[in-house]
């Protein structure tokens, strides 16, 4: 029991610690470059939305507060691989807050751009075009692994197919619509969540 009680403080350490980087930088990003209606985004990204992040916020959540509520859900999995999960959360705590200090105040909780909106090209945006995403389903996938949960990992899972088939080709419309050819050679040279091999 001792054990698990690790390994749910872990958890809970590495999920405020990430949501606390997160909040700050879109805070000060609100104030400095200024906020998008999720209205503008269309009913059906509104939809996708609360079909994906609410099951996987509230099974995050839930495991936090109390983990006997999600009990239904355990998997008997090896202590090495929630050490994994361990490992993973660590490290993407530090990820985040490279990822948010180079976006700066062009973070958006939407997938359209702002007036002021820069192409940003350094930081890890020098190797993958949507680091953020990337960093948040290693994040989720590492949480889900110290919880030893397969309903966490089922929806980070599912979460990850919404980001690729339904969020980021929107999000590169506006990007391309804003930016043209300039974008286009970036998304050639640049993987879209992981570096690009080769």
Do not use: D
Not at 19 to 46: D, H, K, N, P
Not at 72 to 79: G, I, N, T
Not at 148 to 176: C, D, H, K, Q, Y
């Amino acid at each position: 029991m001792e054990t698990e009680q690790f390994f749910r403080w872990i958890f809970v350490l590495v999920l405020a610690a990430s949501l606390t980087v997160s909040a700050s930088f879109r805070r000060r990003a609100r104030v400095t470059g200024g906020t998008i209606a999720r209205t503008e985004e269309g009913r059906g990204m509104l939809f996708l939305r609360l079909l994906f992040a609410l099951p996987l916020w509230f099974s995050f959540l839930g495991y936090g507060l109390n983990p006997n509520w999600l009990s239904w859900s355990q998997v008997a999995l090896p202590v090495w691989l929630r050490w994994v999960g361990v490992g993973l959360g660590l490290v993407c705590v530090p990820m985040l807050w490279w990822v948010f200090v180079s976006i700066g105040s062009n973070i958006s909780e939407t997938v359209l751009t702002k007036e002021s909106h820069e192409l940003v090209t350094y930081g890890p945006y020098r190797w993958v075009r949507h680091p953020l995403y990337g960093v948040a389903l290693l994040l989720l996938a590492g949480c889900s692994l110290m919880a030893a949960n397969w309903f966490m990992g089922l929806m980070t899972v599912l979460s990850g197919g919404m980001i690729v088939w339904f969020v980021i080709p929107r999000e590169e419309a506006a990007l391309i619509a804003r930016f043209g050819e300039e974008y286009k050679r970036y998304r050639e040279r640049v993987g879209m969540l992981f570096p690009k091999i080769g």
